[in-house]
């Protein structure tokens, strides 16, 4: 609901008029629901902004929070929302922010018994929850930001990819192998193969749980991808339950070379490198 132009303007001089009471009436409210989690300075710092900004709104002539006037208000909104999201504040804890100017202008308007009083203040209460629903919305833009950013941050250090021996690197995969993932993994190995110009790769997925149909494609797909950069790929870290696993579903590996453990990949491709490998005969007692 928008204001009149009329109550527009009531609100900006009642704002105007009674700053120190309804500031400071403000600050009292939002410091009581956030229990010391602001400091004093910057909750008073913050209630000023917002005061300021919605004072210059209104002395413009916005009658709602959409008005080309309110423009500044709602960068200082999300400005709010995307600083408390980043600092870990609730929605909840956000929004109060903006709620407690209903209780600092009803403690204002109580004292003034004129006619018209009851029917300012819900107009007045509407333009707020119109903040309040914007600062909520900000809100969850940045949190749904964030929570993206981390979720790829997680992603990628989940899928390293190690230099293992000159011309040697690995990608060893640990947990369940999607599609959003395994496009990292590609990315990610084929960028070090650029780098190191490494001729040998191997995907050890030791500590993948289970391996099915979807996630063998992923892994075969990783396979030609690396072979067309030049660089010839070995599987790791096929357990005796993986290896019935994709015998029970017909998985075909064809010619790319499968190895029980990563110590027998590095070996196999040291060997095919021309590097001699010995096991070490344990110690025998005296």
Known sequence: MALSTDESGRLADLLTSRTEAITQRWTEVVA???????????????????????????????????????????????????????????????????FALKDALLGVMEADQTAGTLRDYVAFSALVDQMSLFTFESYVRTRESLIADQAEQLLELSTPVVKLWEGVVAVPLVGTLDSARAQVVMERLLQTLVDTSSPYAIIDITGVPAVDTQVAQHILKTVVAARLMGADCIISGIRPQIAQTIVALGIEFGDIATKASLADALRHVLRHGGVETSRRQPRREL
């Open 32 to 98: 009581g629901q956030l229990r010391g989690r602001l400091s004093q300075a910057e909750l008073v710092r913050q209630v000023q902004e917002l005061h300021r900004a919605l004072v210059d709104a209104l002395g413009k002539g916005a009658v709602d929070l959409a008005a080309e006037e309110a423009a500044e208000l709602r960068a200082v909104l999300a400005e709010l929302s995307r600083r408390q999201a980043r600092q870990g504040f609730s929605a909840t804890e956000t929004a109060t922010g903006v």
